[in-house]
């Protein structure tokens, strides 16, 4: 390793050179990367209802639908709006209750059945379907010159619309977010090292090191607008303590040899051998995202192990170049550190680890309690501001018309009427069903099928399916909901095995199942992977379940906290959270235990080994959950989108929760364990220590 360190000195120039070019083709890759912003498409592709939704897209060129609220409007304007909204590219058909009745009949003629679902206080609505899925751009680019077309007397509701509007508030606030974690971390830095240019240094590596983990994102084809707004914060607090590692042992460094350059090489040599083992649980907690059904798990855990590499690389190669290079202005700007040494929190854990233990064991049923539960939503609309344009237009449809949720049903045509008829009467008596559609329902209420046109009729039949519209009161992502697809699933089967039930209540259905999986195999795979990771690094079969312990009591109180304030959580939280806060934090106890190990190894008894591995590691282990907190509280503060929001405030809550438990927890376990943690430790074994007083 002090090869490669003498290495990156001698040609640091280069290097430098190099990593600045390379920042060309990352801010290409940046910009061109699409941002996807519509979760439901992270669904397995092998599930009926995405096979459902594929068939809708190709067959009946409806990929996506909006609703569209229309108040105080004669028939005659409506069909006129419609004309011009037909004319919007990808907008395939345009449905309302004025394309049956025309202009001439009034509305006290219509069967009361049709009046009922249509129009209430001067108010009806407009089906619009599109030929491209809900968050493919042509679609959102649809629904955004619709908007354009209407006045206020108009608006536009629907998944493709929450979408859209999910996408300009994003992106809206994402600048902010970097500047705001950014911010916050100079003045963590600024009191934790001892020159004023240095966090700079720091924080601009890094800043490189996100721009080339963001620009290769754009190989992977797109990613999440979730991954796309914390990602950059996450990678920030999570490899910041690299960085500052490489930083302290330079300087230290220096004072042993007289040459910056050899102190730089020794510098990068350890620094290599002492990120290895955090990096490599990190970049494993963050991989371990990838065994989720749901895929918005690969899509963070890939781009974030990616961005623990980079941020290594780029300490290890860019950072030290950017030190020589500097080190006059390092120099001419240093001060005295501001940040203690924490001795009083080092000897209240070592004095106190009995009340420390006998405290864990009273808190952690508790916090086990909170964690398990903690209440979660599904409902998207539930993270979006409420004055949003598509958020307000989908509580005034389900205000007027109880029109909650719809499923739509793909059935056999060649079902005779009346068994048709027979089915849609026993779905309509679920309780929370307010009203079916299908031409056998149309043809009932007098209509018949010859009136309509041939066009819209094409639309809603083809030669193998049947489309039939059911409105449900009961709003997405419930128990109630879910409880109520799954009878009008087995209803249906009933009269054709081969039906599917589409649309968007039937996706969250399968949403929440998925989600409920995920919940549990997703944190037991980042456990299990870290835990064997740590058997090597440690050399132990005990340390590594007693560190796991430590982490997981910390996340059982992060995650627990929500559920005695009342607070719901978004569902991707509850999901990713624990194995986010396992990965980024085992590393503060790895440091303790590390360095624990080598007292030991060296003759010294339990308590100067502790006393040691806390005194030299506590500051490091405060200044890096300090600037995790920094990168992500301030996000979280912030954002007006909730599922972000609440994951910052998360990872924010959580690294302070760790770093906590680590400084309190982990040395009480040691202490208590000394003599287990010595017989399961390579190179630990009793008779090599000396006997404690």
């Known amino acids: 390793m002090h090869r490669l360190g003498k290495f990156i000195v001698k040609f640091r120039k280069i290097i430098l050179i190099i990593g600045l070019l390379l920042l060309i083709p990352s801010i290409m890759g940046y910009i061109s990367t699409r941002v996807n912003y519509d979760i439901l498409v992270y669904l397995p592709e092998d599930i009926e209802t995405v096979q459902g939704e594929e068939v809708l897209t190709e067959e009946f060129h409806m990929g996506s639908y909006a609703i569209i609220v229309v108040e105080n409007m ?15 590219d990808h907008v395939e058909m345009v449905l309302s209750a004025a394309d049956v009745v025309g202009t001439s009949i009034p509305i006290e003629f219509l069967p009361k059945e049709i009046s009922e679902i249509a129009y209430k206080d001067n ?28 006045d206020d007397r108009c608006k536009v509701s629907g998944m493709s619309a929450i979408v859209l509007d999910t996408k300009t508030l994003s992106d809206s606030e994402m600048l902010a977010y970097i500047i705001i974690a950014v911010i916050l971390c100079i003045i963590v830095l600024q009191l934790a090292l001892d020159s004023y240019f240095a966090p700079f240094l720091l924080l601009l590596n890094i800043g490189i090191a996100i721009l080339y983990n963001m620009g290769s994102n754009y190989f992977l084809g797109e990613i999440s607008y979730i991954t796309k707004a914390i990602s950059a914060v996450l990678q920030l607090g999570v490899t910041t303590d690299f960085a500052i590692f490489l930083y302290h042992s330079y300087s230290e460094e220096r004072k042993r040899v007289d040459s910056n350059e050899e102190a730089m090489a020794i510098a990068i040599s350890k620094t290599f051998v002492s990120v290895l083992g955090s990096s490599l649980t990190t970049i494993a907690g963050f991989l371990a995202l990838c065994s989720m059904r749901f895929t918005l798990g690969k899509d963070i855990g890939i781009v974030m192990a990616k961005g623990v590499l980079m941020g290594v690389i780029c300490v290890l190669t860019i950072l030290p170049s950017l030190i020589l290079e500097c080190n006059k202005l390092i120099d001419k700007t240093r001060h005295k550190e501001i940040l203690p040494e924490f001795v009083h929190i080092k000897n209240l854990g070592m004095k106190h680890y009995k009340v420390i233990i006998v405290l864990f064991i009273l808190i952690l049923p508790f ?8 209440d979660v ?49 026993r779905i309509e008596n679920l309780d929370g069903v307010k009203w079916t559609i299908g031409l056998s329902k149309i043809s009932k209420y007098g209509i018949p099928k010859a009136i309509i046109p041939e066009d819209i009729l094409y639309k809603i039949q083809n030669d193998d399916y049947q489309l039939l519209l059911i409105n ?22 009933e009269y054709d095995e081969n039906a599917i039930i589409a649309g968007e209540g039937a996706l969250m259905k399968d949403l929440v199942e998925i989600a409920d999986h995920d919940f549990r195999s997703v944190n037991s795979s980042s456990i299990a992977v870290i835990f064997i990771i740590m058997i090597f690094v440690l050399k132990s079969l005990t340390l590594p379940i007693i560190l796991i312990c430590v982490i997981e009591f910390a996340i059982f109180i992060n995650m627990g906290i929500p559920f005695y304030t009342g607070t719901e959580l978004a569902f991707v939280a509850s999901i990713i959270i624990g194995t986010i806060q396992l990965g980024a934090t085992i590393d503060y106890a790895i440091l303790i235990t590390t360095k624990y190990i080598n007292q030991r190894k060296q003759g010294k008894n339990k308590n100067e080994s502790l006393d040691y591995a806390l005194g030299t590691s506590i500051k490091s282990i405060f200044v890096s959950g300090l600037c995790f907190f920094s990168a992500t509280f301030g996000v979280g503060a912030y954002s007006r989108i909730e599922m972000i929001g609440s994951l910052c405030t998360l990872m924010a809550r959580g690294a302070i929760i760790s770093m906590i438990s680590v400084v309190l927890i982990l040395p009480a376990f040691i202490q208590l364990f000394d003599k287990i943690i010595c017989k399961t430790t390579l190179g630990l074994k009793e008779n090599d220590i000396r006997k404690e007083v």
Do not use: C, W
Request: hydrophobic share 40%.
């Open 377 to 425: 939503y599904y409902n998207l609309d539930k993270s979006l501001p409420k004055e949003l344009s598509s958020v307000s237009a989908n509580a005034e449809i389900l205000e007027k018309f109880d029109m909650a949720s719809q499923e739509i049903v793909l059935i056999n045509k060649d079902i005779p009427d009346e068994e048709m008829m027979e089915m849609l009467d």
């Open 123 to 150: 108010t009806t609505f407009m089906l619009a379907t599109f030929d491209e899925s809900v968050s493919n751009d042509n679609t959102l680019e649809a629904v955004q010159n619709i908007r354009n077309l209407l």
């Open 74 to 88: 004669s028939n005659r304007e409506i069909l006129k709006i419609e004309k011009q909204i037909k004319k919007v």
């Open 472 to 493: 449900s009161v009961y709003e997405m992502a419930t128990d109630e909901l879910n409880d109520q697809v799954g009878k009008i699933n087995t209803i249906v089967k």
């Open 367 to 374: 916090a086990y309690y909170g964690y398990t539960h903690t």
